[in-house]
C-alpha cells in the first residue's frame, strides 16, 4: 500500500510567521501536487511538480520537490489569515494513473 | 471555461435508499476521478474512469458502489441500500489526460 504522511497535522501560527510542511513516502513519484482546501469545499489546485529538485514559487508559497522524488515540502513566508485551510499533497505513482493523497496538514493563521 | 459540476451539493437519503452522485467534468477532459472523505481526513482514492471503461477500481468497496462514465452525459457514482456509514463528502475530479486533476465543490452525503 502506497501512504503518503504529512506533517506536522495541525499547526497554528501569528500573522507574519513562516512555516513548512512536509510530505513524504517511501516510494518514487511521477508527480505530486499540493492543493488547499476550505471547510465545505474542494480541494485547489496550487501546484503540480515533476522533475527531481524542482522548485517552483506562487507569492509567498515555495514549493520544492525532492531530489528523489519521494518527498515535497510547501514553504509560506509571512503567513496571513487567508492562508487558513487544510493542505494536501497527492502523488501520482508511475503506471497507476491515479493520485494518492496524505493525511493533511490543517493550518490556522491568526491575525 | 467551467469548472468540474458536481450535483447534487447536498444530498439526503434514508437507510436503504439509492444514492446518485453526479460529475461533469471541465470540457475536453476525458478522464474522471471519484473521492470520499470523511469529516477530519483525507481524501481516500475511490475509482478512476475514462470514457466508457473502468480504469482502476481499487479503492471501491466490492459491494452497493459502482461508477460509470458513459460517452454521452455525467459520470455517476452510485450506492445502492445506504448504510450511515456512507455519509461522507464524496469528491469528483477530472483532467484532460495523464495530469494533474481539478476538483469538483463535491456532493455531500448524510444516510439518516
Known amino acids: 500500500t502506497q501512504l503518503l504522511e504529512q506533517s506536522p497535522q495541525f499547526l497554528s501560527i501569528q500573522e507574519g510567521e513562516n512555516l513548512t510542511v512536509y510530505c513524504n513516502s517511501s516510494s518514487v513519484f511521477s508527480s505530486l501536487q499540493w492543493y488547499r482546501q476550505e471547510p465545505g469545499e474542494g480541494p485547489v489546485l496550487l501546484v503540480t511538480?515533476?522533475?527531481?529538485?524542482e522548485v517552483k514559487k506562487l507569492k509567498r508559497l515555495t514549493f520544492q520537490f525532492g531530489d528523489a522524488r519521494k518527498d515535497s515540502s510547501l514553504h509560506i513566508t509571512a503567513a496571513q489569515p487567508g492562508d487558513t485551510g487544510l493542505y494536501l499533497c497527492?502523488?501520482?505513482?508511475?503506471?497507476?494513473?491515479?493520485?494518492?493523497f496524505g493525511t493533511g496538514t490543517r493550518l490556522k493563521v491568526l491575525a | 471555461n467551467a469548472g468540474v459540476m458536481q450535483n447534487p451539493r447536498h444530498l439526503v437519503r434514508r437507510r436503504g435508499q439509492e444514492a446518485r452522485l453526479r460529475c461533469s467534468p471541465m470540457?475536453?477532459?476525458?478522464?474522471v476521478y471519484w473521492y470520499r472523505q470523511l469529516p477530519e481526513e483525507g481524501l481516500k482514492f475511490m475509482v478512476y474512469l475514462q470514457k466508457e471503461n473502468i480504469i482502476d477500481e481499487s479503492g471501491m468497496p466490492k459491494e452497493r458502489f459502482s461508477a460509470e462514465f458513459p460517452k454521452e452525459g455525467p459520470s455517476i457514482l452510485r450506492i445502492q441500500q445506504v448504510v450511515r456509514g456512507d455519509s461522507a463528502a464524496y469528491f469528483c475530479a477530472s483532467s484532460p489526460q495523464y495530469t494533474e486533476a481539478f476538483f469538483g465543490q463535491g456532493t455531500r452525503l448524510t444516510v439518516v
Open positions: 470540457k475536453g477532459h476525458s478522464h
Open positions: 511538480v515533476v522533475t527531481g529538485g
Open positions: 497527492a502523488g501520482e505513482y508511475s503506471g497507476t494513473y491515479k493520485y494518492i
